[in-house]
C-alpha cells in the first residue's frame, strides 16, 4: 500500500510577486526533522488566520547558512531572502496533492541553531501563505483608490443643472451667458459622490454657443504647462446617414486672446465620427496632430481627456484607454490661455456635455484609465461589484491570479427566496470605497478583508494558496452549497455506518476514516448569536450615503439566553441583503454550538483506506463538509454530528510519519 510523502520546496532566487515555474524550486525534503503546517480560525465566528509553516532542517552541511558564500541562500546575492516562494505538497501513489500550494518564506529567514559541538546544525524555517503576505502588501498610491475616494481635486469642476444654468462647484469663475439649458438624461455622474449631481442633466450646445473659463482660472502667471482636461461628451444625430456630412465639431480648445494663438484644440470630424487632437507650440504653430479610430459622434456617452505633460508628451485618453500620443515638440514654456468649451457644431447633429474637470496637473496613467472609464464601464472602474472590486485591488498590487482563482470569489447569489429578490445587470452593486466615507485601505490585506467583511462573509487561503472570499449568503446557492454544506466524509468509530452519498462521483459514497478519539466541547453559551444588527447605505436626497441598520432577532433563544448580539457593516446596495445576512445569522447561531476539537488521522498508518486518502488530498479543506459519528462510552445509540472544517493542523516527524487532525464545529 502507498505511503504518502511529505515534500517541502522554496524558490530562492524569486521574490513574492514572481510566479515560480518547475525549475525555480529547491527541494529541503530530505532535510526535514520536523514540520507544521497550521490552517484556519479559533472558532466558526472568527475570522480566518493566516497559515504558517513551521519546520526544523538539517544544516549540517551548512548550505542553509545564510553566511555560506557558497551555499543554497548565500546573503550577499540576496537569494533566499524573507517573502521567496514556497510550496508544500504530498505525494501518494503518482499523484501530488499541495497542501501549501503558495506560501511565502517569513520575515526571519533561515534562523541557524548551531551546535556547541560538532556538526549537528539545523536551521528553523518559517513560512505564511498570502495572508500573511497581504497583511504587508502596500497599495500604491495615486491609483484607483484615490480616484473612487476622490483624492484627484479638480481645480475646476463644472456640472449641468436642471435649471440650465452653469454651476462651478469649486467656485472657479466660469462665465457664460451664450449657454443653453440642459436636455439630455445622462448616465450616472463621473463622481458622484462628490459632486452632489442628483438631477442627471448634460447640457445642449446649440451650434455656436460657448463656455469660458478665464485665464487667470486655468492658467494663472507663471503656470507650467502641466494639466489634465475631462469631460463626458454625448454627440451624434439620429440620422446616422449623415455620418460622412463635411464640418466638424468643437469640443473644447485653450485660446490666447492677447496673441491670438491656439495652445490645443480637440474636435470631431463628421466625415468619420472620429475625435482629433490638435497641439500647437508657442508660436501658435500646429505641431502635433492625434486622431482616433472609430466612430465617436454615436449618440452614446464617452469620456474624454486631454493631458499635457509639459515638455515630455501630450495625450488623448476615451473612455479608459489612451488612443493616442505626442512626444515630439511638446511646449514646456509657461502656459496661458482661456478653456473653451463648445463652439461650431454642423447643422443636424447635437452635443451634450456634462462634468467638465480641469486639473492644474498631468495625472498618471492610472488615473487617466480610471477617470475616463468611469463613464462606459462605471461598475468595473468604481469596484461596484465583488468581482471587479476584487479585481482592482489584485491589478493595483501587481498580485498574479492562479488559474480559474475567480471561482473562489463567492457573493450571495442575486435571487434569495423569502429574504431578496434583485438583478443589477448580473451582479450585486457595492457602494464605492469613499461613498460610505470609509478610510482609503492601506495593504491588499486590508482591503480584501473589508470586501469580505463588507459582503458579510470569509477571507482565507485554500490548500491550493488560491484565496477565497465568500457571503455567509453563498450557500443559498445550490452549486456553491456543495462546498459547505454536503458531507464529503465520514469520520466514525462504527463498525458497519450507514453510507451516505456524495455529489461526485455518482453513486460515490463518502468515505470512511477512522480517527483518533473525539474530544467534544460542551454546549458553548460563548458561541450564541441571536440578535443581529446590520448596517448597509442608502443614498440620502442630497446624494450623500447614510447608514440605516437591520435588526433579526431569535426572541425564544434571547428569552433563555439573553441577549447576544453582533453587529456588521456593509457595502452592499439593499436593504435586503442586510435583512436576508441577519436571518442567515441568528438562524444558525441562535443556539449553543458543540465542537469537536482535534480530531486525529494517522495517514502514514498502513491500514489507511485508499478512498480515504484520496478525498480528504483532493476534497477536503477548510469549510468542507465533515460528518462525526461514534458510539458513547458504555454502549447507547450512535451519536452523529454534521460539521465543517474550521481548522487543520499537519505534522510529520521521523517517529510518528503524516498526521492530520482537524477542528470540527457547525458553521
Known amino acids: 500500500m502507498a505511503v504518502p510523502t511529505l515534500h517541502l520546496e522554496v524558490a530562492p532566487e524569486l521574490g513574492p510577486l514572481d510566479v515560480p515555474t518547475g525549475g525555480d524550486w529547491v527541494d529541503l525534503t530530505d532535510r526535514l526533522m520536523n514540520f507544521q503546517l497550521r490552517r484556519g480560525r479559533s472558532d466558526q465566528f472568527a475570522k480566518f488566520t ?43 501513489g503518482a499523484d501530488d496533492y499541495p497542501i501549501a500550494g503558495r506560501m511565502f518564506l517569513g520575515p526571519e529567514a533561515w534562523r541557524c541553531n548551531d551546535p556547541d559541538a560538532g556538526t549537528a546544525a539545523t536551521v528553523e524555517f518559517q513560512a505564511m501563505d498570502a495572508l500573511g503576505l497581504f497583511s504587508g502588501l502596500t497599495l500604491t498610491d495615486g491609483l484607483w483608490s484615490q480616484i473612487v475616494t476622490g483624492l484627484i481635486e479638480p481645480d475646476v469642476w463644472i456640472k449641468g443643472n436642471a435649471d440650465g ?27 458622484p459622490e462628490q459632486s452632489g449631481e442628483v ?78 487632437l490638435k497641439v500647437y507650440n508657442s508660436s501658435g504653430t500646429l505641431t502635433n496632430t492625434i486622431t482616433t479610430d472609430g466612430n465617436f459622434v454615436d449618440l452614446e456617452p464617452h469620456c474624454l481627456a486631454v493631458v499635457i505633460d509639459g515638455g515630455t508628451r501630450t495625450s488623448l485618453w476615451v473612455d479608459g484607454v489612451r488612443v493616442g500620443t505626442a512626444t515630439s515638440s511638446v511646449p514646456a514654456q509657461s502656459y496661458d490661455g482661456d478653456l473653451i468649451v463648445g463652439g461650431t457644431v454642423t447643422v443636424g447633429f447635437t452635443r451634450a456635455l456634462d462634468e467638465l474637470i480641469f486639473v492644474k496637473r498631468a495625472i498618471s496613467d492610472e488615473e487617466a484609465e480610471v477617470l475616463t472609464g468611469f463613464v462606459t464601464h462605471p461598475a468595473t472602474y468604481r469596484g461596484e461589484s465583488m468581482q471587479t472590486r476584487i479585481e482592482r485591488y489584485y491589478d493595483i498590487a501587481n498580485w498574479t491570479l492562479q488559474a480559474d482563482e475567480e471561482d473562489q470569489w463567492m457573493p450571495a447569489p442575486l435571487a ?32 480584501l478583508q473589508g470586501v469580505a467583511d463588507g459582503i458579510g462573509g470569509d477571507l482565507y487561503t485554500r490548500r491550493s494558496g488560491m484565496v477565497r472570499i465568500r457571503s455567509i ?141 484520496n478525498y480528504l488530498l483532493s476534497i477536503i479543506d477548510l469549510e468542507r463538509g465533515v460528518r462525526v459519528s461514534y458510539t458513547p462510552p458504555g454502549g447507547g445509540d450512535v451519536i452523529t454530528r454534521d460539521t465543517q472544517v474550521q481548522g487543520e493542523t499537519w505534522n510529520w516527524n521521523p517517529t510518528t510519519g503524516l498526521t492530520v487532525a482537524l477542528d470540527l464545529a457547525q458553521s
Not at 519546520?55 to 521567496?84: F, H, I, K, Q, Y
Not at 462651478?168 to 466660469?174: S, T, Y
Not at 429574504?419 to 470605497?433: A, E, K, N, Q, R
Open 199 to 276: 438631477d442627471g442633466v448634460a447640457w445642449n450646445f446649440p451650434t455656436s454657443r460657448i463656455l469660458t473659463v478665464a485665464e487667470a482660472t486655468t492658467f494663472p502667471a507663471g503656470t507650467v504647462n502641466d494639466s489634465t482636461f475631462a469631460i463626458v461628451l454625448r454627440a451624434g444625430s439620429s440620422a446616422t446617414a449623415l455620418i460622412g456630412t463635411t464640418g466638424d465639431m468643437q469640443i473644447a480648445r485653450v485660446y490666447d486672446t492677447g496673441t491670438s494663438r491656439m495652445r490645443w484644440e480637440l474636435d470631431a470630424i463628421f466625415t468619420t465620427g472620429k475625435l482629433r
Open 473 to 613: 449568503l453563498a450557500v443559498e446557492d445550490a452549486d456553491r452549497a456543495i462546498s459547505f454544506s454536503t458531507v464529503w466524509m465520514h469520520l466514525t468509530d462504527e463498525v458497519s455506518p450507514t453510507p451516505i452519498s456524495v455529489p461526485s462521483p455518482p453513486g460515490a459514497s463518502a468515505p470512511v476514516a477512522r480517527r483518533s478519539q473525539v474530544q467534544r466541547t460542551g454546549s458553548r453559551l460563548d458561541r450564541v448569536i441571536n440578535i443581529s444588527d446590520v448596517s448597509y447605505g442608502i443614498a440620502d436626497i442630497d446624494g450623500t450615503v447614510k447608514s440605516v441598520t437591520r435588526r433579526a432577532t431569535d426572541a425564544t433563544s434571547v428569552a433563555r439566553y439573553g441577549p447576544r448580539a453582533v453587529s456588521q457593516s456593509l457595502i452592499i446596495k439593499g436593504g435586503g441583503m442586510a435583512d436576508a445576512i441577519g436571518a442567515r445569522t441568528v438562524a444558525r447561531y441562535a443556539k449553543p454550538a458543540i465542537e469537536f476539537e482535534s480530531v486525529t488521522l494517522h495517514l502514514s498508518a498502513e491500514s489507511f483506506p485508499a478512498d480515504v486518502m
Open 416 to 447: 434569495l427566496t423569502g429574504y431578496y429578490s434583485y438583478t443589477f445587470d448580473g451582479w450585486i452593486p457595492l457602494w464605492g470605497i469613499g461613498d460610505l466615507s470609509g478610510s482609503v485601505p492601506k495593504t491588499l490585506g486590508e482591503a
Open 165 to 191: 444654468t452653469w454651476d462651478n462647484e469649486m467656485d472657479a469663475g466660469a462665465t457664460s451667458g451664450t449657454q443653453s439649458g440642459g436636455t439630455y438624461t445622462y448616465v450616472p455622474s463621473l463622481l
Open 50 to 92: 493566516p497559515a504558517t509553516i513551521s519546520a526544523t532542517l538539517d544544516n549540517s552541511d551548512r548550505e542553509l547558512d545564510p553566511l555560506n558564500p557558497d551555499g543554497l541562500v548565500p546573503w550577499d546575492t540576496d537569494v533566499g531572502m524573507p517573502l521567496c516562494p514556497v510550496r508544500a505538497y504530498i505525494t501518494w
